[in-house]
């Protein structure tokens, strides 16, 4: 596996954490450390969406730096066998 392929997985794993600890806080608001988890992986998601998009391309608008160049539309599209 790759540098990109492993980046593209950790945000995955990640992105999957994220949610299932949303739909827990949906249900447990007043869990402290439910939250204090919910924003530990929140701050990684972040750190690796901008390091993958800094190396290839921007999975989400959020990430287009667009003082270089507009980078948006150079992805690859998830039917062209890349995700």
């Known amino acids: 596996m790759n540098q990109k392929q492993r ?4 945000i995955g794993i990640v992105s999957f954490i994220i949610v299932e600890l949303t739909l827990f806080l949906d249900t447990h608001p007043e869990d402290c450390k439910a939250l204090e ?4 992986y929140n701050n990684i998601k972040q750190q690796l ?3 993958f998009s800094q190396k290839y391309y921007p999975l989400t608008l959020d990430y287009v730096d667009c003082d270089k ?3 948006w539309g150079m992805a690859p599209n998830p039917w062209e066998g890349v995700c």
Do not use: A, I
């Open 49 to 51: 969406m901008k390091e």
């Open 69 to 71: 160049e507009w980078t």
């Open 7 to 10: 980046l593209l997985k950790d």
């Open 37 to 40: 988890y919910y924003r530990h």
